[in-house]
């Protein structure tokens, strides 16, 4: 029913940048929060960042000041610009949105994660 679709990472040294990238498409009503999630080789998955569809953010210690999330609402979509990158970095990204579809389900969504390196 509900697609979500991330793009953007790979390999990077320390102190590059790269923009993911995550559209959302199929039988969508409404979108209400859109968020990027990480894991790292054995570590819990964790929040990186959100934001609401009024565009309210929250952002993790970690990546605060380094990162910034967007939306695009008409397109679904959901950016993460990603400045000052560090080895700790290194994980596989995952887009989440938090949806109503057109048959009037609350879902859950996610990608299929997008693997980010760091390292020189």
């Known amino acids: 029913q509900v697609q979500l679709v991330e793009s953007g990472g790979g390999l990077v040294q320390p102190g590059g940048s790269l923009r993911l990238s995550c559209a959302a498409s199929g039988s969508i009503f409404s979108i209400n929060a859109m968020g990027w999630y990480r894991r790292a080789p054995g570590k819990q998955r964790e929040l990186v960042a959100s934001?609401?569809?009024?565009?309210?953010?929250n952002y993790a210690d970690s990546v605060k000041g380094r990162f910034t999330i967007s939306r695009a609402n008409a397109k679904n979509t959901v950016y993460l610009q990603m400045n000052s990158l560090k080895p700790e970095d290194t994980a596989v990204y995952y887009c989440?949105?938090?949806?109503?579809?057109?048959?009037?389900?609350?879902?859950?969504?996610w990608g299929q994660g997008t693997q980010v390196t760091v390292s020189s």
């Open positions: 989440n949105a938090n949806l109503h579809s057109n048959y009037g389900q609350a879902l859950d969504s």
């Open positions: 934001i609401t569809s009024g565009g309210s953010t």
